[in-house]
């Protein structure tokens, strides 16, 4: 599968705090790339840079590169927004605005210069549908988005990322504030998702990591020690502190 | 995550477990070739009551190791040492099995004088029993390289085998009226043949525990 990211010699410092070193990697496109690791190593850091959510951290220095589709993202001719446009984000604490459930979905459409009612119809419509939520919710989109559930929340926010057509989709813990039955259907949708969209992931939940990424990149202070498919990575690890981390034996 | 310190602890019980059942197996087929060979009736006896003992060891291993993958779900190497538990601990009771056939024979031929002296059977059970030790050793140890040795006793224990079939067949030539004793033999020899076999599976688990490969040594 072809590399869309390709990450080259990144260091990352906050302030004086040294959270990434070199790292290099490739992420394929259209797949689904789980980073996993403890707590403080550098796996949400380095996928906060690939939008440049970072840059919104006072004392944030980068060195080496980060190229998405070929572009170095952090030349001074990419604008943010385009960048954020291509490469959307889920977090952790589903976070729908204060608004309809179809104002939500319509906001970035609009934002990028949307007007047409029909258009905007028909992307809320395929992007709930994308995000399986279209069902539970199309008789009710002028409800406010903060009566649905965390799941639903969630799935909207999904649904929102997707409405402006992203290439990538970055999802920082997406599942870890949901029950079981919410967190199954996101995998669900995730999976389904990955045959459009390259997905890169960062999970606490090593068993999700396992059941749905292609690939896994196991993160130790701030360093990639291993990155492999996903099947390798849990069966047969090469590195001896993978085997000791997704056994559990620290972390 | 796993609970570390019960996970293992639950590993070192799997291994005692598997460690009883092969002195079980070991101490099974070794009374099983000398019952035969002394025509010890209640011996046999004894192995056959005594395989229970064997089933009931390999529901434990199949207990412990469903609800470790139940609770903890394991990976990597922790999942392969319960998957590589459930693989040997069911060799081990096909082998206890084969050994109770061995003492089915002695039971069979109660009252009857043995045709021979017996020499290649019990050098087999022997050879057989040395397997058994270093098949349990080369999985608790994690050591490879005597799963591998393991293979070429098994390629004596067939070469003694084929000598067995050959003498007896002979034999059922020369006496046709005493056939069906040739033919118990001839399925001695037979069952200890697949309790190598069956050795030589336990190092093929130890290589994979090790690896994450599954090796064939009986070939």
């Known amino acids: 599968m072809e590399p869309i990211i390709h990450i080259d010699k990144l260091n990352l410092y906050y302030s004086s705090y040294h959270a990434l070193k070199d790292v290099s990697m490739d992420i394929p496109e259209k797949a689904i790339t789980a980073f996993i690791g403890p707590s403080g190593c550098g796996k949400s850091t380095l996928l906060r840079t690939l939008n440049r959510m970072n840059d919104m951290i006072s004392g944030t220095r980068i060195e080496g590169k980060v190229q998405i589709g070929g572009t170095d993202i952090y030349s001074e001719d990419v604008h943010v927004e385009a960048l954020r446009k291509q490469v959307g984000m889920v977090f952790q604490q589903p976070n729908p605005f204060p608004k309809s459930i179809y104002d939500n979905i319509a906001y970035g459409p609009r934002l990028h210069g949307v007007r047409n009612k029909a258009e905007l119809d028909h992307i809320v419509e395929t992007s709930l549908k994308q995000s399986v939520l279209w069902e539970e919710v199309k008789n009710f989109l002028k409800r406010s988005a903060l009566s649905l559930s965390g799941g639903q929340q969630q799935r909207l926010c999904i649904a929102r990322a997707l409405a402006v057509q992203p290439d990538i989709l970055l999802m920082d813990e997406a599942t870890s504030a949901l029950d079981p039955i919410s967190t199954l259907k996101i995998e669900e949708l995730v999976q389904e998702l990955k045959d459009k969209y390259t997905i890169v992931m960062v999970t606490h939940n090593m068993h999700q990591a396992a059941r749905i990424s292609g690939r896994t990149v196991f993160f130790l202070n701030g360093e990639v020690v291993e990155a492999d498919d996903t099947k390798t990575l849990f069966s047969t690890p090469q590195d001896s502190r993978t085997e000791d981390y997704i056994s559990g034996r620290f972390g | ?219």
């Open chain 2, 1 to 219: 995550m796993i609970q570390r310190k019960e996970f293992d602890q639950n590993l070192d019980e799997l291994r005692h477990l598997l460690h009883a059942m092969g002195d079980h197996v070991k101490e099974a087929l070794q009374g099983a070739v000398e019952a035969l060979q002394t025509k010890n009736i209640a011996k046999a006896q004894v192995i056959v009551k005594r395989d229970v003992e064997l089933n009931l060891m390999e529901d434990q291993i199949m207990e412990i190791g469903s609800r470790l993958i139940v609770t903890q779900q394991p990976v990597a190497k922790d999942l392969r040492r319960i998957i590589v538990a459930f693989k040997i601990s069911s060799d081990l009771e096909r082998m206890g099995d084969l050994s109770l056939d061995i003492a089915k024979v002695t039971l069979r031929l109660e009252g009857q004088d043995l045709i021979k002296p017996l020499v290649d059977i019990p050098r087999m059970a022997e050879l057989a029993g040395i397997m058994i030790d270093e098949s349990l050793k080369s999985y608790l140890d994690e050591n490879t390289d005597l799963a591998y040795k393991m293979a070429q006793d098994d390629d004596e224990i067939d070469h003694l085998y084929s000598q067995i079939t050959r003498d007896l067949h002979s034999y059922m030539i020369a006496h046709p009226d005493n056939v069906q004793q040739a033919m118990l033999l001839i399925l001695v020899g037979r069952y200890i043949e697949r309790i190598a076999d069956h050795a030589t599976n336990i190092g093929e688990s130890a290589v994979y525990l090790v690896t994450g490969k599954r090796p064939d040594l009986n070939s």
